[in-house]
């Protein structure tokens, strides 16, 4: 019998942190979102979704429908036709992995300013112990 533990993600031995980990990779986000705009069939996501492979975008979406956040539904036709949705979780986990892509956009430019100044420090203080 396993014990129950009250949820908290920060624990290794949480269920919930398994969870988390499903869609806490930027290519299920990216693949969510674009089931959520419509785009439902293998070959336009891979047109959508810029820089994913085949490979990783048949991985992903196995994952997801694995854990019971997307649909896969095959039409008995030649050539095989396949269509993804979003099942009930899946709609309610777009809320906040919206919230998390408009912040994104927002604060991409920001965010950009901030590594550049790292960088920037990170050299001047290289340049600094080279000099001595």
């Known amino acids: ?9 920060l624990s290794e031995i949480c269920p919930s942190r398994q969870t988390l980990e499903i869609i806490a990779d930027k ?10 705009r419509g785009i439902n069939r293998h070959n336009r996501m891979l047109r959508e979704i ?4 085949k490979k ?8 997801l429908e694995q854990n019971g956040i997307i649909n896969r539904r ?5 050539p095989p036709m396949v269509e993804y ?3 009930p979780i899946g ?5 906040p992995i919206s919230m ?3 912040w994104a956009e927002r604060n991409s430019d920001a965010v950009q300013k901030a590594r550049e100044s790292y960088i920037e420090k990170e050299n001047s203080l290289t340049l600094e112990f080279a000099e001595t």
């Open 27 to 36: 290519w299920a986000t990216l693949v969510l979102v674009s089931i959520s």
């Open 100 to 102: 998390l892509g408009s």
């Open 85 to 87: 949705t979003l099942t």
């Open 1 to 9: 019998m396993q014990t129950k533990y009250p949820p908290n993600v």
């Open 56 to 63: 990783m975008l048949a991985q992903t979406l196995r994952k």
């Open 91 to 95: 709609k309610e986990l777009m809320e």
């Open 50 to 53: 810029g820089g994913i492979s």
């Open 74 to 78: 095959v039409y008995p036709v030649v």
